[in-house]
């Protein structure tokens, strides 16, 4: 079965830093990686995504991940960060033959950004 | 377009009763998909369908039912509340490379 880590529940940075979370996948093929962002009290939004190729995919908003197979890891990164962003992040994981559908998804890493 | 929408937007029930929760998506999406998202948990798959007249369970399927007549619309029905299903309720629709997801229905069972 399919299943996602985000092991850090909650990342605080000041505005400008660097961001990086976390993401670990555990998949028996191909996966399809996805990481969503989500405000407080809004439905979630894309930010980008990995199917095939190039392993540093960019997303909308500035960010951008890299697939790492051998680590079985899709950390997202931000090179500085926004008060805008703070938010809740979340990656999920879809079957190849799948693409987006059954998706499954980490428990989420909530961004606090300082001023 | 307006995408995915839901309503109600917010609901409180009783233990017992029950309720509809509506989904509609105007992108012509085969795919649509119902996840409940609770505190430190992500989102949980609940029912899915690949088109109309097709649904299939997800993970957390129990004390739901779903339905879907047309492409446009995935009504999500609980028969008889109960407190565990206090939860925001998010529908998607996804055309094959990524899900749109609608602005959540935050529901309460008393």
């Known amino acids: 079965a399919q299943s996602v880590t985000q092991p850090d529940i909650h990342i605080t940075v000041s505005e400008g830093a660097s961001l990086e979370l976390r993401c670990n996948y555990s998949?028996?093929?191909?996966?399809?990686l996805f990481w969503y962002v989500q405000s407080p009290g809004q439905g979630l939004q894309l930010l980008l995504k990995y199917f095939s190729g190039d392993t540093l995919v960019q997303g909308i908003k500035g960010f951008e991940a890299e697939f790492k197979r051998s680590q079985s890891s899709f950390n997202l990164r931000k090179p500085s960060v926004h008060w805008s962003d703070a938010a809740e992040y979340f990656c999920?994981?879809?079957?190849?033959?799948?693409?987006?559908?059954?998706?499954?998804f980490g428990s989420g890493t909530q961004l606090t950004v300082l001023p | 377009n307006a995408g995915v929408t839901q309503t109600p937007k917010f609901q409180v029930l009783k233990t017992g009763q029950s309720m509809t929760l509506q989904c509609a998506q105007d992108?012509?999406?085969?795919?649509m998909s119902w996840y409940r998202q609770d505190p430190g948990m992500g989102l949980r798959l609940i029912h899915y369908s690949v088109g109309a007249g097709i649904t299939d369970q997800g993970e957390v399927p129990n004390g739901y039912n779903v339905s879907r007549s047309t492409t446009e619309d995935f009504p999500l029905r609980l028969l008889s509340a109960a407190p565990s299903q206090t939860s925001v309720y998010f529908c998607a629709s996804s055309w094959g490379q990524g899900q749109f997801f609608g602005p959540g229905t935050r529901l309460t069972v008393l």
């Open positions: 999920a994981v879809g079957p190849e033959s799948g693409s987006a559908r059954q998706l499954t």
């Open positions: 992108m012509n999406h085969e795919y």
């Open positions: 998949y028996g093929a191909t996966p399809y």
